[in-house]
């Protein structure tokens, strides 16, 4: 069981302030019936942003405007993968379109490609669990699951913990290195203790079960350049495994434990769309 493509309206990258720039950049207002590119909206004017933090930046594009720059777009562009989840998406101008409509603001924003930027999400499950035995819901009876979450330098929000694939780099390798790097934070440690670490991921990311792949709904989005993702399901059914490592946050967070699934959590993005499709499969409380 997958989702795929499920984000219809995309509304937290929409009529607020752009992340990281404290208030100084403002998107333009869009009314959730203004978000489709083919409804009439002659007001629009958003502003133009793309932060210096990724200008010239060699894992990031040149300006659009570049002679040298000649993206093809909709097609896998050397190393880089400019293909959508969500299919072939329009270009206007020489500008990628936002699938999923107007956000108010052009440019890439603190993106590094413009058009789709393909991400990885790791999600580690267990059974929440006392003295041994399975904890139950009391208002589902159902079993409660636990996963692994991040809190967010940039934002101070919670999330999973997931990252940008590399030029050249296969999922799979991406959400085991972002897992360590985010939750595991494996600098500092001994030698010892970094190999049965590495050991016990390695158990549980054997077999991954995949949730999502599509449009994130990211506070980063603009109308020329998105995050999509891939989102995994790694459970720990026994909690043997990385059940029982010591979790500790890497240099991208400031914070990382286990949370009880719920359907009520406020989480980064769209994370908890992906979630809700791991509690349908794990049969757990929701």
């Not at 909206?41 to 570049?66: H, K, R």
């Not at 159902?142 to 940039?154: G, N, S």
């Not at 997931?162 to 030698?191: C, N, Q, Y």
Request: aromatic letters at 10%.
């Amino acid at each position: 069981m997958k989702i795929l493509n499920r984000i219809m309206c995309h509304y937290k990258c929409r009529n607020s302030a752009y992340p990281g720039t404290d208030g100084k950049i403002v998107r333009f207002h869009v009314p959730d019936d203004k978000v489709n590119w083919h409804s009439l909206y002659s007001m629009y004017n958003p502003p133009i942003f793309t932060s210096t933090s990724v200008i010239g930046q060699l894992w990031a594009d040149q300006d659009i405007y570049a002679l040298e720059f000649k993206p093809n777009w909709n097609c896998v562009d050397g190393n880089v993968n400019r293909i959508s989840f969500t299919g072939k998406y329009n270009i206007q101008n020489g500008f990628p379109l936002n699938p999923c409509g107007r956000t108010g603001l052009i440019g890439r924003g603190v993106l590094g490609r413009w058009g789709p930027n393909h991400a990885a999400d790791p999600i580690v499950t267990r059974w929440k669990k006392y003295e041994n035995k399975q904890v139950f819901h009391t208002m589902s009876n159902k079993p409660i699951l636990q996963f692994v979450a991040i809190q967010r330098k940039d934002s101070g929000e919670w999330a999973l913990p997931g990252g940008m694939v590399d030029i050249g780099e296969v999922v799979s390798t991406t959400l085991k290195r972002e897992f360590m790097e985010e939750a595991m934070d494996l600098l500092g440690k001994s030698e010892e203790d970094t190999i049965k670490i590495k050991k016990e991921i390695e158990e549980v990311f054997t077999e991954g079960i995949e949730v999502f792949r599509g449009y994130v709904d990211d506070p980063r989005n603009t109308d020329n350049a998105w995050m999509e993702t891939v989102a995994t399901l790694f459970h720990d059914d026994k909690g043997v495994h990385v059940g029982m490592l010591k979790l500790h946050a890497g240099d991208d967070a400031v914070g990382v434990k286990w949370v009880d699934l719920d359907r009520k959590l406020n989480l980064y993005a769209n994370h908890l769309l992906f979630l809700e499709n791991i509690a349908k499969i794990l049969k757990c409380h929701w």
